[in-house]
């Protein structure tokens, strides 16, 4: 994808000046430096946009390189007082933290000013460039990737979010029907309101690797070259549910697990826990921690089924799509986003939340039955290429901003 590919005549960021005879200006504001999905559904979009747009990150991180490699210009305006404001803390911080957020409201104002519309793709950018409105008067666009449900979220968050989204934001997209639920549910704005617009990749990343040879690829990937290999790719994260997957080890005696991410948002004791669930179930020898990855499409073909294993709904799930687009067999949790992805016994496996039998029974009947496990994979990857490709998503991610008026 070219940057600039869906630019037709804007080529520089303008200060904006009412007038809207050309494609509008965007400022991005993401709150992560960390690469993680809402970040890489921000990539292509800020590619395509590159040459009327701008990128401000409120934490530095690979990130920020990740879209200056792609053309886009970046900005990082980082504070550390804002940054270490999270969900629990909320109320303890926030007069400790009052005059840094002020600082960055008016920092993300102060920018926005240059543009036509300002794209929240984050809660915390949310909240730091809505507050900013009456200062930029800008279009607010928020591109909500998360179930704001108590399961996910505290009530103040919530509270915050649901005025925010109901006075503030002009403009909101959401990555799943899922998603969209829930905010129905939480501010009472019709699904009108609130475009889906769901994740889109580039399959060909995917189906033009060749892994034809798969103990070579394995050899040069440090994994086992012959045994049975389940792959588990997400940051690790409580709700992620790795301790799942390894809870199922025992009754898999053929079956080594491989868990591809790394504690991105500081789940450190998290993965010390995983290592020590490994020891405890005898499973440790079994179980591979090949850290935070960039060559997903590798990965995903050294496997021979693909876990999904989130505790709780998972918005919409991009490691779905891309083992589905990799042609491995997924097994998905079902709840949430996706549904909207996997059909039962057609593409995929769906396995209830936290259901270890049923993720055995999964694994292992596509271990003893791989004529069902590539049939399942190539309706996947059919469906990924008809359905979840990036000219789809970059066309109605555009179409929003580029109708969004001041
Ligand atoms: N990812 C990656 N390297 C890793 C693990 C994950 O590049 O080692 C990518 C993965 O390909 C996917 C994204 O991180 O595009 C995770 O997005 P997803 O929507 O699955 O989950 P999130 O982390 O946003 O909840
Ligand atoms: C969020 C969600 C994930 C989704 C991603 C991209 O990080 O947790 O489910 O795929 O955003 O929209």
Redesign the pocket.
């Known amino acids: 994808m070219l940057p600039g590919r869906y630019v037709s005549s804007a080529t520089r960021p303008r200060s904006g000046d009412g007038q809207h005879a050309h494609t509008p200006t965007v400022l991005f504001v993401d709150q992560s430096g960390e690469?993680?999905?809402?970040e890489?559904a921000l990539l292509p979009l800020a590619a395509a946009c590159a040459a009327r747009s701008e990128v401000v990150l409120l934490a530095d991180g690979p990130f920020r390189g990740r879209l200056e490699a792609s053309g886009v210009r970046v900005q990082v305006l980082n504070d550390a007082r804002v940054s270490n404001i999270d969900r629990e803390a909320l109320r303890l911080n926030w007069l400790y933290a009052a005059p840094a957020i002020i600082r960055q409201v008016c920092a993300i104002a102060q920018q926005a000013r240059r543009f036509d519309v300002l794209f929240l793709n984050t809660q915390k950018a949310l909240v730091l460039g809505a507050l900013g409105k009456p200062l930029h008067r800008r279009q607010v666009v928020w591109y909500l990737?998360d179930i704001m449900s108590r399961d996910h979220f505290g009530r103040v968050q919530l509270m915050i979010v649901r005025l925010l989204a109901r006075h503030v934001a002009d403009r909101i997209i959401v990555n799943s029907s899922a998603s969209a639920q829930a905010l129905i549910e939480l501010t009472g704005l019709p699904a009108s309101a609130m475009p889906v617009v769901h994740?889109g990749i580039d399959a060909s990343v995917f189906t033009q690797l060749d892994a034809g040879d798969l103990p070579a690829l394995r050899r040069r990937l440090g994994l086992p070259e012959t045994a049975w290999l389940a792959g588990l790719?997400?940051?690790l994260a409580p709700w992620k549910g790795q301790h799942i997957a390894i809870d199922a080890l025992p009754e898999l005696p053929h079956v080594h697990l491989v868990l591809?991410?790394?504690a991105l948002f500081g789940e450190d004791a998290y993965e010390a826990q995983l290592r020590e669930q490994a020891q405890r179930l005898g499973v440790a020898d079994r179980v591979h921690f090949a850290?935070?990855?960039?060559d997903?499409a590798a990965w995903m073909k050294a496997m021979d089924v693909i876990l999904h294993t989130s505790t709780e709904s998972e918005p919409?799930?991009?490691?779905?799509i891309?083992g589905m687009a990799a042609a491995r067999p997924v097994i998905a949790t079902g709840a949430g986003g996706v549904m909207e992805i996997v059909r039962h016994l057609e593409n995929g496996w769906l396995v209830r939340p936290r259901d270890v039998a049923g993720l055995v029974e999964a694994i292992e009947t596509l271990r003893t039955t791989p004529e069902l496990g590539q049939r399942l994979a190539a309706q996947a990857c059919a469906d990924v290429q008809r359905h979840f490709t990036l000219d789809r998503y970059l066309q109605q991610m555009t179409d929003v901003i580029d109708h969004a008026r001041r």
């Not at 850290?291 to 960039?294: E, L, P, S, T, V």
């Not at 919409?316 to 779905?320: A, E, I, N, S």
């Open positions: 690469l993680g999905g809402a890489f990737h994740n790719f997400g940051r591809v991410g790394g850290g935070f990855r960039d997903m919409f799930g991009r490691v779905v891309e």
